[in-house]
């Protein structure tokens, strides 16, 4: 099987637009862009220490800190 030509690509791109119009695919691509950066930023968030709260049976709040294990 042979790798499609410039003209094949172009039939594509046109179907594609055709279908789905400049506006969906701009926001479908903004999209992606915001999913991206909240990855990103829930990656960057993973490294905090995470605080743990309990109470004891006395009803005292303790709290602790402690690194995430990855």
């Known amino acids: ?34 999913g991206i950066k909240a990855f990103q930023k829930g990656m960057k968030d993973d490294d905090k220490p995470v605080e743990r709260v309990a109470t004891t049976a006395d009803g005292d709040v303790v709290r602790e800190t ?5």
Request: no cysteine; glycine share 16%; aromatic share 6%.
């Open 66 to 70: 402690e690194k995430k294990d990855v």
């Open 1 to 34: 099987m042979h790798a499609p030509g410039i003209w094949g690509i172009l039939v594509v791109a046109v179907v594609v637009i055709l279908l789905f119009g400049r506006g969906k695919i701009s926001g479908v691509m903004g999209e992606v862009a915001t």
